[in-house]
């Protein structure tokens, strides 16, 4: 094996072990200084450009009527929705309200589903969400929970770097300590790549304030272990 061969070959191992191993630097996704500085077609001109290249490198004819659009569908899928969430403007708002009602047990969330992408293999996360919180005089529309959920998948993403993500900004809409969150779900670059284990699912949680107590934590979990159906 010639050395240029070589030193690849140690980088591609490097690479996949990084990737197994879920490394991240921050509980924040990682990005660069003027990352928003584009207008979003700026973006799209640029990635349709990119993704042709690949393409084309791949041997594929653009020419061809049902893949000559491919290049800007997935262009303006990726700026508009796949990876929507890195842009801070599409943040849902989660105002509060008044806990009119005194109500002082956890309120939970659960089954919300989960699409995002393994920032490692850009493959997709398919999962659900499971999250709660306890009021100290704040609470939040239902519908917000879901929706942060979604704007946190909605990037490359680490499964457990998004499971704290949703639990901080949450904690901060909130003000308290006392939420937490629970991702159960499966990675395309586990099952449809490498091991190829179509089985297997990741599991992740964080938990806060009083949730860290093992009575409260474990009536979580039974909570959301419930089985839930609305039948006629």
């Known amino acids: 094996m010639s050395q240029d061969n070589n030193k690849t070959s140690v980088m591609d191992e490097l690479y996949e072990n990084v990737g197994d191993a879920h ?6 996704t990682p990005m660069l200084p003027g990352a928003f500085d584009k207008s979003d077609d700026d973006k799209m001109q640029a990635i349709e450009e990119h ?3 690949i393409m ?15 290049p800007r569908r997935v262009a303006k899928m990726f700026v508009k929705e796949t990876f929507g969430g890195l842009d801070p403007k599409r943040m849902p708002n989660l105002s509060t309200f008044d806990n009119s ?27 659900r969400a499971h999250v709660g919180y306890i009021s100290n ?27 704290r993500q949703v639990v901080k900004a949450l904690q901060a809409a909130l ?6 969150c629970v991702i159960d779900a ?47």
């Open 137 to 163: 005089g704040k609470v939040v529309g239902l519908s917000k929970m879901n929706r942060i959920v979604d704007y946190y998948a909605k990037r490359p993403q680490v499964q457990e770097r998004m499971t």
């Open 175 to 180: 003000g308290t300590e006392d939420v937490a």
């Open 186 to 232: 499966k990675h395309l670059c586990v099952n449809s790549r490498g091991i190829r284990d179509i089985e297997s699912s990741t599991i992740t949680a964080e938990y806060g304030g009083k949730f860290k107590d093992e009575k409260v934590r474990r009536e979580f979990l039974d909570f959301i272990r419930m089985e839930t159906s609305f039948g006629a």
């Open 56 to 70: 084309e490198t791949l041997g594929l004819d653009l020419e061809d009527d049902s893949l000559r659009g491919t």
């Open 23 to 28: 490394l991240s630097s921050s509980t924040d």
């Open 101 to 127: 009602y005194q109500y002082g047990e956890m309120l939970i969330e659960k089954n919300i589903t989960v699409y995002s992408t393994c920032e490692h293999h850009l493959l997709p996360i398919v999962g």
């Open 51 to 53: 993704v042709k290249g």
